[in-house]
């Protein structure tokens, strides 16, 4: 009983927690202008000219996880008959091989560099998203993240073969481009390596490099898929200098109705607002998953993108994950889309979409697996392909989710034709003119507006801050634990920050008299920590915080904690922003909304 109330809680708490003031967005239903025309998936030609499609199957590069762990989101083409990648160095006639033989792999000796990989490469995806010029222009002060599980041994060595064959700049350790990391941020013990979760990597890397080929790298890699370790990796790559937007090609399924399988606190790991958080929404069809469904990330779903002259077309890929979310709230930003989102009461997926079909996949170059160029799709490709585009035009500082993507709707290429779901008649799993849940508001457009310039990011139109609250779920009981130990932190790591649940039951009351405000957290180090509370004003037109006299000091020990601090009298009716100060740490802030 107590968690189904909680859960009530969460839902009602996400509805009325607001930050700043709502945007007001009017999407057009009429494809905007952009690089890209729509098409039918049915009539889509086939990427690979020579290879008919017919004798082509896909894998799954992570296979199905445990309960609790993660799946990646990315699939290799593969030779039907043998199991064999498809690339430069396979035979496009493969013979058919006994069921209990495994095809022999290619030794590296085998690998041409020269060879020319199948699969789109930076030009391509360049022009295929109007980003040539944006793409050769900026991201030279930006940090793109990468959050994935376990260790891939060859990740800095395959990048740069990606690299030096595409003629992008250098980004190693030695020029300080490149940086991997554990789920801690140390840099002397890695987690075990995975053959699948190697493939992840590369693509990542790859088409991070292949939109924003200045930009720097951050690889962080969990300790494994397990959610909680995925969770303190999300909160290192946050916590990292320069990072303006972190990219998640994972995902969980979503799970009933009051029943999600992630906690507020492992969903608080996703909302760093000032940071742009991408996640794939998924390859298994109509289906939401975890974290892409919360409300502070933005849901990247995917597309087929196919090329004929040097007309780029594209169609809803019919794997990609969407649908309906049954425990998060629809965010502001998308409530406003009106009747356009008029068939989910809740959050819908996706929000922006990129090239996610195999059959017109990317290429990928890793040797941890089998070595050599691959054809590698899955929304696992897209979500680094907009979390690039974002570095690319500087409007980090301005997201809060995908709350930027539905207020500048001329950044994105509308998306027309094709399904994830069978015998679907709905926007939610078509791809239909204006907002559709398979591709969301579209894929990137990078002549959107003028080339931007990095020296002054553009701010939210609003002129507020702009974040999002932590996705509901659970009751705060299920907190994450602590980092593992061997951890080379030296600073406490304050994180699953979020109000008790009496405190959201107290807060949905009829005209609650709130006098204390209840809240739970965990430290990776025992530390010290200032807890203050601002209240949100009106000053000449401006938003502003102003604090309050109410303030508390703990000594608060590793792993969760619980506390609340007392008002002198009733908070009045408004928006109240909690922050959290571990000391020699990093602030964590959540927003209050008492009606």
Not at 23 to 40: D, K, T
Not at 133 to 162: F, H, Q, R, W
Not at 362 to 387: L, N, R
Not at 397 to 425: E, K, M, P, R
């Amino acid at each position: 009983m107590q968690a189904d109330r909680a859960a009530d809680a969460w839902t009602k708490a996400e509805l009325d927690m607001r930050i700043g003031p709502r945007i007001a967005v009017l999407v057009a239903l009429a494809a905007p202008a952009g690089a890209l025309a729509g098409a039918s998936a049915a009539n889509a030609a086939p990427l690979l000219p020579g290879v008919n499609p017919a004798e082509v199957a896909v894998r799954r590069d992570c296979g199905t996880p445990a309960a609790g762990y993660a799946h990646c989101d990315a699939e290799q083409l593969v030779y039907a008959a043998s199991d064999d990648p498809v690339g430069p160095s396979a035979s496009p006639s493969q013979p058919s091989l006994p069921s209990d033989s495994a095809p022999a792999l290619a030794s590296q000796a085998d690998v041409s560099p020269a060879s020319t990989p199948l699969g789109y490469g930076p030009s391509e995806l360049q022009s295929a998203y109007a980003l040539t010029a944006l793409s050769a222009a900026n991201g030279v002060t930006k940090t793109l993240a990468i959050v994935d599980a376990y260790d891939d041994p060859n990740a800095e060595a395959d990048l740069a073969e990606y690299r030096s064959h595409y003629g992008l700049p250098a980004c190693t350790t030695a020029n300080s481009c490149f940086r991997k990391v554990n789920q801690t941020g140390g840099t002397t013990k890695y987690p075990t390596a995975n053959a699948g979760w190697a493939v992840e990597i590369s693509l990542d890397l790859d088409m991070a490099s292949a939109i924003c080929p200045h930009c720097k790298i951050l690889l962080v890699e969990a300790t494994s898929a397990l959610v909680s370790n995925l969770v303190v990796a999300e909160e290192t790559a946050a916590r990292a200098s320069g990072v303006v937007a972190i990219s998640n090609s994972y995902g969980l399924e979503e799970g009933s109705a009051g029943s999600p399988n992630w906690t507020p606190e492992e969903a608080s790991a996703f909302s760093h607002p000032g940071i742009a958080i991408t996640a794939s929404a998924g390859d298994n069809g109509y289906e939401v998953e975890f974290p892409a469904v919360l409300g502070t990330v933005t849901a990247v779903g995917g597309t087929s993108l196919t090329k004929s002259g040097s007309a780029w077309s594209q169609a809803a890929w019919s794997g990609t994950g969407a649908g309906c979310s049954v425990n998060v709230a629809k965010p502001a930003w998308q409530t406003a889309l009106g009747a356009a989102d008029g068939g989910c009461a809740m959050r819908t997926n996706n929000d922006v979409s990129a090239v996610a079909d195999p059959q017109t996949g990317v290429a990928v170059y890793d040797t941890y697996k089998e070595p050599g160029w691959f054809v590698v799709g899955g929304t696992s490709a897209a979500s680094p392909i907009v979390a690039a585009f974002y570095a690319l035009m500087g409007q980090e500082a301005g997201l809060g989710g995908a709350s930027w993507d539905y207020a500048h709707t001329n950044y994105f290429s509308n998306v027309i034709g094709g399904s994830d779901q069978s015998g679907c008649a709905s926007y939610l799993c078509e791809g239909v003119a204006g907002y559709n849940g398979p591709t969301g508001l579209g894929t990137p457009n990078g002549t959107g507006e003028a080339l931007r310039s990095e020296e002054k990011p553009p701010q939210a139109s609003s002129g507020a801050p702009v974040a999002s609250t932590p996705t509901p779920s659970a009751p705060a009981s299920s907190i994450v634990t602590s980092p593992p130990s061997g951890s080379t932190e030296l600073v406490p790591v304050l994180y699953g920050l979020t109000l008790t649940h009496n405190a959201f039951v107290s807060l949905h009351r009829p005209r609650p008299h709130v006098f204390q405000v209840s809240f739970a957290f965990a430290l990776s180090l025992p530390a010290r920590v200032l807890v203050t509370l601002q209240r949100q004003v009106r000053v000449h037109g401006h938003v502003r915080f102003k604090e309050l006299p109410y303030s508390l000091t703990l000594n608060a020990g590793k792993g969760r904690s619980s506390a609340h601090l007392r008002a002198y009298r009733a908070l009045a009716p408004g928006t109240y922003r909690l922050t959290l100060t571990p000391a020699h740490g990093v602030a964590r802030s959540i927003f209050v909304h008492v009606i």
